[in-house]
């Protein structure tokens, strides 16, 4: 054994399991451990401090370490050396540059505050006040007058009168119910319509509560001071501006309509809207702040006056409009007409002395109304003219030298022009000569069309264009109508002989009426037109555009045309003995077409009848048309044209020419 621990000495093995663990098993420690141990009663050297045991961290080393085996080998794991880090002492400040830095700042600040001040003072504080003063500027709307419409002579058509409107603050109104029956019979209003009014609601797009609502506009001074005396809480009454229409009806399908807020909504009163409504002013003043919200007295106001809209003098003449609606409803409701339509025209200047359309409608209540009756039946109405067509064919035939007044055309009872064939209403037997005179007088279709055959259809196309057929006349109401006329090119076989009579071809009531007015007029188109004379708000009167114009036959052909019409009302059993005048010299033309609707032709007849007089010395010329279930131009617009003409000739005070129209030849 001492041998053995000599060896050890000197290998050194037992030194180094003294120094460390490594290697060693369970046993060699327990062993040292006894043999180190002193025995009972002996006091224990004091030994060297053993070396520190150093446990495994991982888990495979402590799994080894338990069962008595050396751990597993691990790389050495170096430590990662620290640098060293010297550590600078702070610095201490210097108590004088501190204090002089800090003064420096503070006069920086001191020096910008400055110039802020002045910069406030003598550049933004026109901007500051500026913005001050509108917090404290309160706006009131002073509304602009509409324009009037007057009558040729100045008599009121149409004016605007100073209203109240009354409305709510739903929000305010704290017993609707209550306040719905005592505005009630104020207002003419039911008090269920106004209890629902005032009911508390949300605005469907903003999703607020709505806080004003109308109640009635256009109430008259006198019921509005009522309503204010009630002191209503939440109901409000202030300035508004009613239109009033003395004549009710009274050209009412020419006039137009207004809606609550004034704004042009049909005829003239739409058409001319932007010129009628004029520009509203404002009254701007300083207010104090708080709940009263007085005027300052001497503060700052701004009135910029409101300019009234213009009015129109129209060409209308007030009297006759109305004779001419009179008469004309009568005659319709006595032959249970659909619709009718009466045109009176200077034929001289083309002015539109009256112009009416049954049925018509009240422009005071026009929401009560159909849409129907407050179309104007003149312009916006297209119908085939039938036989009043005729008068352009031989107009262009004159000009054209293709006839004279003193020429004939054969004729027969028949006559065929494609595939269809054209016959008379008053037949005459094959191989008559027909003057002219006789063919207007007993509308023959078989001489009209052969006079067209020697015309030419180009021609016929160039005179209907000449006389305004397919164009708007301008008369300046809306919704007025071109009509159609065909050209050559798009003619068929039996065009031939259903255009010269009137068929095919769709014209207004107005084009028509314009067309026989060219012919009173020496043979020179004038444009109808219905505005005279512009009134702006100072007094100052405009003319309105001149009428346009353009001559379509000599004078010499219009004259003996005028008197080749005279028979259609001279011959006892011509087509127009309905609308002779005693005392009058009358040249006329009766008509039967059809309506043309959304390009098609509907149930019944368009019965018509345009004539002039004096006929040597034409002063007016009237058109009558009406549909009707069945019946000709004679006996449904002829009664009517009598009449209207006898009052227009009385009313303008012409007089009878004095001579005798000629004796008529019928054939040769």
Not at 351 to 367: G, I, L, R
Not at 538 to 560: C, F, L, M, Q
Not at 568 to 591: E, F
């Amino acid at each position: 054994m001492a041998g053995d621990d000599n060896r050890r000495r000197r290998s050194g093995i037992g030194d180094a399991r003294a120094y460390t663990p490594r290697g060693r098993t369970t046993r060699d420690t327990d062993a040292i451990n006894r043999s180190e141990r002193p025995e009972r009663g002996e006091r224990p050297e004091r030994a060297e401090k053993p070396a520190r045991v150093v446990v495994p961290r991982d888990r495979a080393a402590t799994r080894a370490a338990m069962r008595g085996r050396p751990a597993p080998r691990r790389a050495p794991q170096r430590r990662p050396i620290k640098p060293v880090v010297t550590v600078t002492p702070p610095r201490l400040g210097h108590p004088k540059r501190r204090l002089r830095l800090a003064t420096a700042i503070s006069l920086l600040l001191f020096v910008i505050i400055g110039v802020r001040l002045v910069h406030l003072q003598l550049t933004d504080a026109p901007a500051y006040a500026a913005a001050g003063l509108q917090d404290r500027l309160k706006t009131v709307v002073l509304p602009a007058p509409r324009g009037s419409i007057l009558d040729r002579e100045g008599a009121v058509l149409a004016r605007s009168i100073e209203a109240r409107y009354v409305a709510a603050d739903p929000g305010l109104v704290t017993d609707p119910a209550a306040v719905a029956a005592q505005l009630s019979p104020l207002l003419g209003v039911a008090a269920s319509e106004l209890f629902a009014a005032m009911q508390k609601k949300k605005d469907e797009l903003t999703g607020k509560a709505v806080r004003f609502v109308w109640l009635k506009r256009g109430v008259d001074v006198e019921q509005a001071t009522a309503i204010s005396s009630l002191k209503l809480k939440g109901i409000i009454v202030d300035r508004d501006e009613r239109r009033e229409v003395p004549g009710d009806d009274l050209a009412a399908n020419i006039i137009g309509f207004t809606g609550t807020d004034l704004t042009g909504l049909g005829g003239i009163e739409a058409r001319f809207d932007s010129d009628l409504r004029g520009r509203d002013g404002k009254f701007v003043f300083e207010v104090g702040q708080g709940d009263l919200r007085k005027p300052i007295p001497g503060g700052y106001q701004l009135v910029t006056p409101a300019k009234p809209g213009k009015s129109l003098k129209l060409t209308i003449d007030r009297d006759v409009q109305f004779m001419t609606q009179r008469i004309l409803a009568e005659k319709m409701r006595e032959k249970n007409a659909t619709w009718a339509a009466a045109i009176v025209l200077d034929a001289r200047t083309g002015e539109v002395v009256a112009q009416a359309s049954y049925p018509t409608y009240s422009a005071k209540n026009a929401d009560a109304s159909k849409a129907s009756e407050r179309v104007d039946m003149a312009t916006n109405y297209v119908v085939d003219p039938g036989s009043i067509h005729k008068a352009i064919v031989l107009s262009a035939a004159l000009q054209e030298g293709v006839i004279t007044p003193t020429s004939t055309v054969e004729v027969a009872p028949t006559i065929r022009k494609g595939d269809t064939t054209f016959k008379d209403g008053h037949p005459f037997p094959a191989g008559t000569h027909l003057t002219m005179p006789g063919l207007m007088a007993y509308s023959s279709n078989v001489g009209t069309i052969k006079v067209v055959e020697a015309l030419g259809a180009q021609k016929l196309y160039d005179y209907q264009r000449l006389f305004g057929l397919g164009t708007e006349t301008g008369i300046g109401v809306p919704g007025e109508a071109p009509g159609l006329v065909q050209p050559p090119e798009n003619w068929s076989g039996s065009s031939y002989g259903s255009i010269p009579i009137g068929h095919s071809v769709a014209v207004t009531p107005l084009q028509m009426a314009a067309v026989y007015a060219a012919i009173a007029n020496d043979g020179v188109w004038v444009q109808p037109h219905l505005i005279k004379e512009i009134c702006e708000p100072d007094g100052k009167v405009t003319p309105a555009a001149a009428a346009k114009s353009h001559r379509v036959i000599s004078a010499e052909n219009a004259a003996s045309l005028r008197q080749i019409m005279e028979a259609v009302t001279v011959l006892d059993d011509a087509t127009g003995v309905n609308a002779r005048l005693a005392g009058y010299r009358i040249s006329g033309k009766t008509g039967t077409g059809t309506q043309v609707k959304d390009g098609k032709y509907i149930p019944g007849e368009v019965a018509s009848f345009i004539g002039m007089a004096p006929a040597d010395q034409p002063r007016y010329v009237i058109a009558v048309f009406a549909h009707t279930a069945g019946g000709g131009g004679g006996a449904v617009a002829g009664p009517a044209f009598r009449d209207m003409m006898g009052y227009t000739l009385r009313h303008f005070k012409v007089p009878p020419t004095g001579t005798k129209p000629p004796d008529f030849v019928i054939t040769a």
